[in-house]
């Protein structure tokens, strides 16, 4: 097997209780060919001072500190301080399987636009754990099967092909640095789809392990669940926005047409996000905010001339309250969300 030198990168910001965890799995990694970025982004507690000591145990880490600036300067500042031929990025609370980057590098054929792609779990704070298998078959696709059997399914589908999370993969540095220019930091959620959505577009050979759930995500249902973005419309506004433009510049003609389409579908799911965003954290605006959005002219329109495919149970009230938001459906949401987050 060929040994190509894998760059992980790991944004840190203010994760101490978890910081150490997650790097003595990279250390520890059965794969050698390995250099370790850890990205202190002004973190206020103890993780940049941590980074700094985590770095004297092994001479494959280095650290960098900076302003804070969010997740995605923290991951971009990192590909620009790297020198892998390969990236791969992990999140300063997670860990990982310790033959993580050794099984996936063994897939790596040395070409400039190759993704390799495994699976990950969830990990919740009781203990429990959910398994999260990617839908698209496992296997190698090259370029032509990309072409036809990969992108046309990236967007519009409740449940994603192939995982947009920039972590839980190897990536070809070529594919990163090439589309790091799509990546807008006031984009603050589902911030991967900007960069991974051009990536795996221009990707000329791709590997989706068979069930390989090397990847530990850390569920934190204090910062996460019960959490009101009162941004995320405007959110998911710049990043409908966005998908857009990559769209214009990576297609023509009828793909283009058709990959619009997908797009509009995309735009549906990530609504239903945002009314259960309202619907979860806002007890005082819910049903009014719920409405003015729905009620937007750009989304009655989107209603009328894009169905989508729903099966979740969650979602089939979310859709029925964007297509009929009135007062019986949208206080339905919200005890719905209220019972569900009580269990």
């Known amino acids: 097997m060929n040994k190509y030198q894998v760059s992980i990168i790991v ?15 990279l250390s520890r990694q059965t794969y050698k060919e390995l250099e370790i970025l850890l990205v202190d982004d002004g973190s206020t507690d103890g993780s940049g001072r941590l980074c700094d000591e985590l770095a004297l145990t092994d001479t494959r880490i280095r650290v960098v500190h900076k302003e804070n600036g969010g997740l995605i300067s923290a991951w971009k500042r990192g590909v620009e301080e790297s020198r892998g031929a390969y990236l791969c990025f992990m999140d300063s609370d997670d860990w990982v399987d310790l033959n993580m980057i050794e099984e996936m590098a063994d897939r790596l054929s040395g070409s400039a636009r190759e993704i390799i792609s495994s699976d990950y779990v969830i990990e919740r704070e009781d203990g429990s754990r959910q398994f ?5 078959p496992a296997g190698e696709y090259n370029q032509q099967e990309i072409k036809e059997k990969v992108i046309p399914k990236l967007l519009g589908n409740e449940q994603r092909t192939v995982c947009f999370s920039r972590c839980m993969k190897l990536i070809s540095r070529e594919l ?18 900007i960069v991974m959505l051009p990536s795996l577009i221009d990707c000329e050979r791709l590997v989706i392990m ?7 995500y850390l569920y934190l249902s204090s910062s996460m669940v ?64 719920i409405v ?15 169905p989508v495919k729903v099966e979740e149970k969650a979602n089939k009230l979310l859709y029925l309250v964007l297509k009929h938001p009135n007062g019986f459906t949208v206080r339905l949401l919200r005890l719905a969300m209220v019972l569900y987050y009580r269990r």
């Not at 990163?176 to 807008?184: A, R």
């Not at 068979?210 to 530990?216: F, I, L, V």
């Not at 003015?292 to 894009?306: D, H, Y």
């Open 210 to 216: 068979d069930h390989k759930a090397y990847y530990h």
């Open 292 to 306: 003015n959005i729905c009620k937007q002219p750009e989304i009655r329109q989107l209603c009328m001339n894009t």
């Open 132 to 136: 999260v298998w990617q839908t698209l």
């Open 226 to 289: 019960h959490r009101y973005d009162r941004g995320m419309y405007e959110n998911v506004l710049l990043l409908r926005k966005i998908t857009l433009q990559i769209l214009q510049d990576k297609f023509d003609g009828s793909q283009l047409v058709n990959m619009r389409e997908s797009a509009d579908r995309e735009f549906v799911f990530m609504l239903f996000l945002v009314l259960k965003n309202e619907a979860r954290g806002n007890p005082s605006g819910y049903k009014k905010n």
């Open 176 to 193: 990163i640095e090439e589309n790091c220019k799509y990546s807008n930091p006031a984009v603050k959620m589902a911030e991967d789809v």
């Open 11 to 25: 944004p840190v910001y203010n994760t101490e209780k978890y910081l150490r965890r997650c790097v003595e799995t």
